[in-house]
């Protein structure tokens, strides 16, 4: 890691590496293309200096020395436009593959709002025939009064009033509230896992 990253807590991704490696390339490039010319240049020179004097040895050795400098920076040169290549191909598949991760990530986003409205969309398909079921036994006022218990004590009706009936409705009451206690615990059970189904 290099000082930069160091304080600022950020890592290169591969992306920025070979980006920032193809720059470098191109930069190597102009220097090599300019070492070059400025070769065949001189070699041009030191080749009209041999039509001129085509014994000497000293000249004969710039140019052997010119013919290798070329030779090599050429060498240099297609190696490192081939290196360019490769990490404009690079480049190119990771801006690809960074596309498409950024399009999933967006779709994410959409699909978190379709979520939500298909399940409770659907949850309100499935709650229509529940809600008539409820509705019908919400409805049912014979429900609240102890007909069995009525019918056991065999009379029409149990009134608080008369000593003889208390026993029967304290059961009832006492029953009553225990169930209701119990269903109301149900339904904020119930109502959390909804709440969980919807909104999760």
Known sequence: ??????FTGKKKTELEK?????????????????DL???NEAKKHVETELRIDQKNNTLKGRLNKLNQAIEETQRE?????????????EISKLNKDKK???IHDVA???IEVFKRQHRASILNKKLYPINLEIESRAGSAGALSPNHLTKYAGKQRLDR???????????FDEMKNEV?????????????????????
């Open 100 to 102: 498409t991760q950024e």
């Open 180 to 200: 209701s206690k119990e269903a109301q615990k149900e339904l904020e059970e119930v109502l959390e896992k909804v709440d969980s189904y919807l909104n999760g």
């Open 108 to 110: 994410k986003r959409d």
């Open 161 to 171: 009033g008369n000593p003889e009936d208390i026993e029967y409705l304290d059961v």
């Open 37 to 39: 010319r400025a070769f």
């Open 77 to 89: 040169i297609d190696e490192t436009n081939k290196r360019a290549g490769e990490l404009a191909n």
């Open 18 to 34: 070979n980006i920032e490696e193809r720059n470098l390339c191109g930069s190597k490039l102009q220097e090599l293309q300019a």
């Open 1 to 6: 890691m290099g000082i930069k990253e160091f």
